[in-house]
């Protein structure tokens, strides 16, 4: 599936991954490839993704931490919608 984080300034990642967790207001939930459409609002916390092939701009590489396999992006808050196999998150 297909992530796009977009911030204020800039959108800071496109890229193919393979699985998605993100803080929602109920709760830390995840997404899967096909995963059912889906528009829900997001808290502080992190957005966290997976994948064998992650491509982010260089000038954006400082904003996410990477820990073995697992990429993390800090948010204040935000919102998210899924779907045709696309994840978009509009992150504060």
Known sequence: MILEIVSP???LLSSEVDIVSVP?????FQMLNNHAPIV???VKGNV????SKITIDQEFE?????????YTLPIKS????????KVIILAD
């Open 9 to 11: 300034e800039a959108t």
């Open 40 to 42: 829900s609002l997001l």
């Open 62 to 70: 400082n904003q996410f931490t990477i820990s073995k396999d697992e």
């Open 78 to 85: 935000g919102t998210i919608e899924m779907k045709e196999n």
């Open 48 to 51: 966290k993704f997976k994948g």
């Open 24 to 28: 929602g207001i109920n709760g830390e």
